[in-house]
């Protein structure tokens, strides 16, 4: 699979890789981002040590479904609204 716009990063992942290719400072990273430090420590650490792929998304998180495609389907019919008459 190729991608056109960064190597598969996210938006994020590039805005990121761009940041740390700069040069900038993670606590001006943190700031600019808005998110902790310690996620940006995190994140420049993976970077540094993997390059721009260890900053590829990995996808969701959590558990994947286990329910049958049936069940999944009569769940959605439980969750769509009533049609009025």
């Known amino acids: 699979m190729s991608y056109a716009d960064g190597g598969g990063l996210t938006a994020g992942g590039r ?3 761009e940041l740390f290719e700069r040069r900038v ?3 001006e990273v943190a700031e600019r981002l808005r998110v902790s ?3 940006v420590y995190q994140w420049h650490r993976s970077w540094r040590d993997g390059g721009p792929d260890a900053l590829v998304s990995r996808g969701a998180s959590g558990s994947r479904c286990r329910l049958s495609p049936r069940c999944l389907e009569k769940l959605a019919g439980f969750l ?3 049609t009025s008459p």
């Open 37 to 39: 430090r310690k996620s």
């Open 25 to 27: 400072r993670p606590p």
């Open 80 to 82: 769509e609204p009533p």
């Open 15 to 17: 805005q990121h890789r």
